[in-house]
C-alpha cells in the first residue's frame, strides 16, 4: 500500500481492521437472513450478531500456524462467540465473505473518489468562468496555432471530468454485489433468496451468475476507469508543467514565500506537484494491466488474482484520491498571468492570424491555392527573417488590392475569432 499518498479515511477503509470488520457484517448478515430462513437458530445468529469479534492481531496469530486469513478470522471470532459459533459460516464458502465483504471495501471508497471528482469538476468550472474571456494563444504541436481563452482550456477538463464522472458511477455500481453462492456458484448449501436476502441487508446487489469469485471483468472495468480518471489528472499536470516553462510562464503552481525550489538554484520554483501528478498516474494506469490479467482464472477460480487485487484496489483508489485532491487544488490556487498571456499571443507579429487572412482573400475571389501561396510565401519570410507578418502583409499589392485597410485589420482582430465563447460555455454548462 502506498502509504505515503493515502488520506485519513480512504487508510481507514483500507485497513486490515476495516477489512475485518466488512468481514463480520457480512458473516452477521448471512447468519441474520439465514436464521429467518429457519435455517440457523435466532438464538445463535443474534450471538454472532452481538458477540461476535475480533483483534487483528489474534487473527494474524492463528493465520501464522493455519496458512489461511479466513479460517484465522472464523476462529478468532468463534473464541468470542462461545458454542453458537458453529452457525458461524454456516453454508459459506471463504470467497462468499471475502468478495461480498471487498465490494463494501470498495462502495466507501468508491463514495470518497466520486466526491473528489465532484470537487475537482466545481473547481474547474469556477475558473473556466473565471477566465471565460482571457485570450490566449492555442497551440497545435507544441507551435502557436490561433487565439483561444484560457476560460476555454479549463473548460475542456470541467468537461472531461464530467464524462469520467459517469464512467465511475458505472464501474462503481458494477461492483456493488455480491456473492453467496458456494464454492463453484451453483447454490450447493444455500439458494438463490438467501443470497438475495444477505445482499440486501449489506445494500448490495447479487450477481446474476458466479463461480467461486464474482467475475474480475467488473474489477477490470473499475481499475481500467480509475486509470482514464488519473490520466485526464496526468492531462492537466502535463499542460501546467508546459504553461509554468520560462519560455512560456503564462500559468505556475502556487509557490509559497518558505518553499524551496532548488538545493543548488536559489531561482528555481519548479512544477514539483504537477510533475507529481503525472508520475504516480503512471502508477495507476499500471495497476490497470494486472487487472486485466485477473480476468482469466482456471476453471471456476484460482487464487492468482486475489494476491495482486490486494495491492491494486488499495493503491489504485488511494492514489486516485490522493491525485484528485492535489489536482483539485493545483487548479485552485493556480497563479495566472493574462498580461503574460497576451505578450506570447502577440509575438509572433501576427503570424497566428494567416488563417484567416486566406479565408478572407479566398472570400475577395482569389483562388484558395493562390491565397494560400502568397499567405504561406510572407508567413514564411517572417518566420525565418523575424519580420512582423501584419506588416509585411499590409504592403503586399495582392493583398490590399482585394482587402481595404479596415478589412485587413479585421482579418487580425482575435476577438472575431473568439466570437462564439460563450456558445461553447453554453453548451457545456448550460443556457445559465
Known amino acids: 500500500m502506498i502509504a505515503r499518498y493515502t488520506r485519513p479515511e480512504m487508510g481507514r477503509i483500507w485497513s486490515d481492521e476495516n477489512k475485518y470488520r466488512c468481514w463480520l457484517r457480512v458473516e452477521i448478515a448471512a447468519s441474520q437472513a439465514l436464521a429467518k430462513a429457519g435455517m440457523v437458530p435466532q438464538e445463535a ?3 454472532i450478531r452481538d458477540k461476535g469479534d475480533f483483534t487483528v492481531a489474534r487473527i494474524n496469530e492463528i493465520e501464522a500456524e493455519v496458512r489461511h486469513d479466513v479460517i484465522a478470522f472464523t476462529t478468532t471470532v468463534a473464541e468470542y462467540i462461545g458454542p453458537e459459533s458453529r ?3 454456516y453454508g459459506l464458502t471463504s470467497t462468499d465473505v471475502v468478495d461480498t465483504a471487498q465490494a463494501l471495501q470498495l462502495k466507501e471508497a468508491s463514495a470518497i473518489i466520486r466526491a473528489g471528482i465532484v470537487r475537482l469538476g466545481e473547481v474547474l468550472r469556477a475558473r473556466a468562468l473565471e477566465f471565460k474571456h482571457t485570450p490566449t494563444i492555442g497551440r497545435t504541436h507544441g507551435v502557436h496555432a490561433e487565439p483561444t481563452t484560457f476560460g476555454l482550456k479549463l473548460l475542456l477538463w470541467y468537461s472531461e471530468t ?6 465511475f458511477d458505472a464501474a462503481a455500481e458494477e461492483l456493488r454485489v455480491g456473492k453467496l453462492s ?3 456458484g451453483t447454490f450447493g448449501h444455500l439458494k438463490p433468496e438467501h443470497e438475495e436476502a444477505i445482499c440486501a441487508e449489506l445494500g448490495l446487489t447479487p450477481v446474476a451468475i458466479a463461480t467461486q469469485v464474482v467475475q474480475r471483468d467488473r474489477h477490470a472495468a473499475y481499475v481500467a476507469t480509475l486509470a482514464v480518471l488519473v490520466s485526464t489528472l ?3 499536470a502535463t499542460e501546467v508543467r508546459h504553461l509554468q516553462r520560462t519560455e512560456v510562464r503564462e500559468a505556475e503552481e502556487f509557490f509559497s514565500e518558505k518553499q524551496k525550489g532548488s538545493s543548488a538554484m536559489p531561482h528555481k520554483r519548479n512544477p514539483i506537484v504537477s510533475e507529481q501528478i503525472s508520475g504516480l498516474a503512471r502508477v495507476v494506469r499500471g495497476n490497470a494491466q494486472t ?3 485477473n480476468v482469466a482464472l482456471w476453471h471456476e477460480r484460482d487464487i492468482s488474482h486475489s494476491s495482486a487485487e490486494r495491492v491494486i484496489l488499495p493503491d489504485s483508489t ?5 491525485l484528485l485532491a492535489k489536482t483539485a487544488t493545483l487548479i485552485e490556487k493556480l497563479m495566472v498571468y493574462p498580461a503574460r498571456m497576451m505578450k506570447n499571443l502577440e509575438s509572433t507579429g501576427g503570424l497566428i492570424f494567416s488563417g484567416q487572412l486566406l479565408l478572407d482573400l479566398a472570400e475577395s475571389g482569389m483562388l484558395r491555392e493562390d491565397a494560400y501561396r502568397l499567405v504561406q510565401g510572407h508567413a514564411m519570410r517572417s518566420w525565418k527573417e523575424e519580420l512582423v507578418f501584419k506588416d509585411e502583409v499590409a504592403k503586399e499589392p495582392e493583398i490590399t488590392g482585394r482587402l481595404s485597410p479596415e478589412k485587413l485589420a479585421r482579418a487580425f482582430d482575435y476577438s472575431r475569432q473568439l466570437a462564439n465563447v460563450d456558445a461553447i460555455f453554453a453548451r457545456v454548462l448550460g443556457a445559465s
Open 318 to 322: 488511494i492514489l486516485a484520491d490522493y
Open 45 to 47: 445468529a443474534d450471538a
Open 162 to 167: 464530467q464524462r469520467n464522472l459517469v464512467r
Open 182 to 184: 458456494g464454492a463453484v
Open 87 to 89: 452457525w458461524l459460516h
Open 234 to 236: 496526468d492531462k492537466i
Open 291 to 293: 487487472a486485466f490479467e
